[in-house]
Nanobody, 126 residues
């Protein structure tokens, strides 16, 4: 199983930007499907963005489309989430998730991922 560690969270004013990083160990994630999810207090974990194992599909939640970008850096065995024009409603703990290649289940369901990081807090002030 792959181990994932997120970083890059913090406190930012509305309209600002943050870049979250997810670094993997234990496996090379070059052909893994990778996802970012978030969970706000009192709410269920929700899908943010994903990158299919082929790299050809990059779905985004409607709430972040046009503001967030997911990307992969294979030499660094890492995945990133660039978050621009942040809003207070983006405040949450953000989690990175991974699943091995060759699977075709929905990228937006947390249940379809095998490995999770511990999360990084993002707080957007108004």
């Amino acid at each position: 199983q792959v181990q994932l560690v997120e970083s890059g969270g913090g406190l930012v004013q509305a309209g600002g930007s943050l870049r979250l990083s997810c670094t993997a160990s234990g496996r090379t994630i070059s052909f893994y499907a990778m996802g970012w999810f978030r969970q706000a207090p009192g709410k269920e974990r929700e899908f943010v963005a994903a990158l299919s194992w082929t790299g050809a599909i990059t779905p985004y939640a409607d709430s972040v489309k046009g503001r967030f970008t997911i990307s992969r850096d294979d030499p660094k065995n890492s995945v990133y989430l660039q978050m621009n024009r942040l809003k207070p409603e983006d405040t949450a703990v953000y989690y990175c998730a991974a699943r091995p290649p060759g699977q075709y289940a929905s990228l937006s369901s947390p249940a379809n991922y095998d490995s999770w990081g511990q999360g990084t807090q993002v707080t957007v002030s108004s």
